[in-house]
């Protein structure tokens, strides 16, 4: 692109006025062969968008995921605001809609490289710190899919004692929902876990770490909602003194307002307690999704709040606790919060899904992201399947997917749902990880000293070489081209880019080849950038 263009584009977008119905309007028209990436996690597959894209409106819709109000360009140029914003995709352009900021472009470069690096830097720079590096270098395993709303001790430890007696490397364990006796109480139901610090002291013996769910929702008329009530710790509805009655997938809450300090300062004491009293590590901060917020509907402490300043301020909180992980988000990149892709169903199309969301994660700020639960988070999936029809092969792939990911969470047991073969492929997949453990902290290190993503676009990695359209190959850090199997087919075609390659076998592959490879179940094919 010339600079004169440039220009000319940049003017065009620092021109753009409020209409009619008061919105800022800039429409930013793609150059040729330039591709765009952003707003929003959960569209990672439609990224690059080549495609037209209806109207998302960042501020009350998030599809389950982190939004962000970044744009990058293939030819070095990014779009940020402050604030929230809808866009649209049609006719070749990107077309933004803005209540607050107008919406401008800014040219950092010729590459995808350094259009994010310059965003990062001016508006989402590295804290310098990650996450605990546990979540890096050893598995995770989350209770949901196996006990859903019936955590318990007895199961919680059967669970643990199942990892160990099978193999598997141990590392996190989450108790997920239902544990407390209702939404905004922090005790541990005594009919389910007579001794919750005993139990939490036998899951640290066996090696593991130990998170909790939690989240901002507080059951009606229980003790709770009547003292943060009386405290103004709760949401109201907008325009009265009520707190307001939030509809979300398990009924109807009252909602923590975390603009007031003192509330965040509140449940955050409540967490801390547990780690005293129990012993537990960390925290799975869930819910936070900007549609809760609704501004028309809710209003709290802060004069003017936006639905997504609420998310920003629950994801705040996971600052005090090295063990946590979100799945909704407003900004924070850059930021050491592990971050989860929204629940994916049981299906291979899910699979797919897994590399051009994380692309978009690392994309948008979200270096510490996680890609689900192996095999999809999606209870539902799993009701009702017998291991007659059960696709083992589809479960095995999408643990080799997570395996060279910053993160890998099992839910559903493989040793319940998968023959002796496939199960020793899952626990390959495991142990791969922990092999790996070491080189996947340094990139997330190394993520927080500069901002770079763990899991890289190739077109990010090697600009201008015809990777732009890649969404099932990528690298982890600078040294690995990483082209897991993602579909039932036992054989994929692998593209290199620029540099000379090499297989675990030590057989070499120059760049610029492409070679279709027989990929055998208990194979995923990794290439070593050789210096």
């Known amino acids: 692109m010339s600079i004169r263009k440039s220009l000319n584009l940049l003017l ?37 968008y080549l495609q037209p ?18 744009f990058l360009s293939s030819r070095g140029r990014y779009v940020w605001s402050d604030t929230p914003f809808t866009f649209e995709v049609k006719d070749n352009s990107l077309h933004f809609a803005s209540a607050g900021e107008p919406v401008a472009v800014r040219q950092a470069g010729t590459t995808l490289r350094e259009a994010f690096l310059a965003a990062s830097a001016a508006h989402f720079p590295p804290s310098g710190t990650t996450p605990d590096s546990l979540f890096f270098t050893m598995p995770q395993y989350n209770t949901w899919i196996e006990l859903m709303y019936d955590q318990n001790q007895d199961a919680i430890l059967r669970y643990a004692h199942d990892v160990t007696a099978n193999g598997f490397p141990t590392g996190i364990l989450m108790i997920d929902d239902n544990w407390q006796k209702y939404y905004g109480n922090f005790e541990f139901k005594p009919d389910k876990f007579p001794d919750p610090k005993a139990m939490v002291a036998q899951l640290h013996a066996q090696g593991f770490r130990v998170m909790l769910w939690v989240c901002p929702f507080v059951s009606a008329d229980s003790p709770e909602f009547r003292v943060l009530k009386n405290k103004g710790y709760l949401l109201r509805e907008r325009g009265t003194d009520t707190p307001a009655m939030i509809r979300w997938w398990n009924g109807v809450s009252a909602c923590y307002d975390f603009t007031n300090p003192d509330a965040a300062g509140h449940f955050a004491a409540q967490l801390k307690a547990l780690q005293t009293e129990y012993g537990i590590d960390g925290f799975k901060f869930d819910a936070g999704d900007n549609p809760f917020y609704d501004p028309r509907k809710v209003e709290g402490y802060r004069a003017g709040a936006l639905s997504v300043d609420h998310s920003e301020a629950w994801a705040a909180l996971g600052l005090q606790f090295p063990f946590n992980e979100f799945r909704a988000c407003w900004k924070m990149g850059g930021q050491p919060l592990v971050q989860r892709l929204g629940d994916k169903d049981y299906s291979w199309e899910a699979v797919r899904l897994l590399i051009p969301d994380m692309l978009a994660a690392g994309l948008l700020g979200y270096a510490y992201t996680c890609p689900d639960m192996i095999g999809g988070g999606q209870f539902t999936s799993f009701l009702g399947i017998d291991s007659d029809s059960f696709d083992q092969a589809l479960i095995v792939r999408s643990a080799q997917v997570h395996a060279l990911m910053p993160m890998m969470q099992f839910s559903v047991a493989p040793w319940r749902i998968l023959d002796a073969e496939h199960l020793a492929i899952a626990r390959q997949a495991a142990r791969l990880h922990a092999d790996m453990g070491g080189y996947i902290a340094a990139c997330a290190a190394h993520a927080a000293a500069t901002g770079e993503p763990v899991v890289r676009h190739l077109e990010y990695a090697f600009p201008h070489e015809g990777f732009a359209r890649c969404v099932d190959q990528f690298m982890l850090g600078d040294r690995y081209l990483v082209a897991p199997a993602v579909a039932p087919e036992n054989t994929r075609t692998v593209r290199f880019p620029s540099g000379a390659w090499r297989d675990e076998t030590g057989q070499a592959y120059a760049g610029g080849a492409t070679v279709t490879f027989d990929v055998p179940l208990n194979r995923i094919l990794l290439f070593e950038l050789r210096q």
């Not at 040729?32 to 439609?46: I, P, Q, R």
């Open 53 to 70: 894209v209806e109207a998302f409106d960042l501020a009350l819709r998030n599809d389950n995921n982190q939004v962000v109000p970044l």
């Open 12 to 48: 065009l977008c620092l021109l753009a006025t409020a209409c009619a119905d008061g919105l800022h309007h800039t429409v930013v028209a793609f150059d040729t062969d330039e591709y765009w990436w952003g707003g929003v996690v959960a569209l990672g597959s439609k990224m690059p």
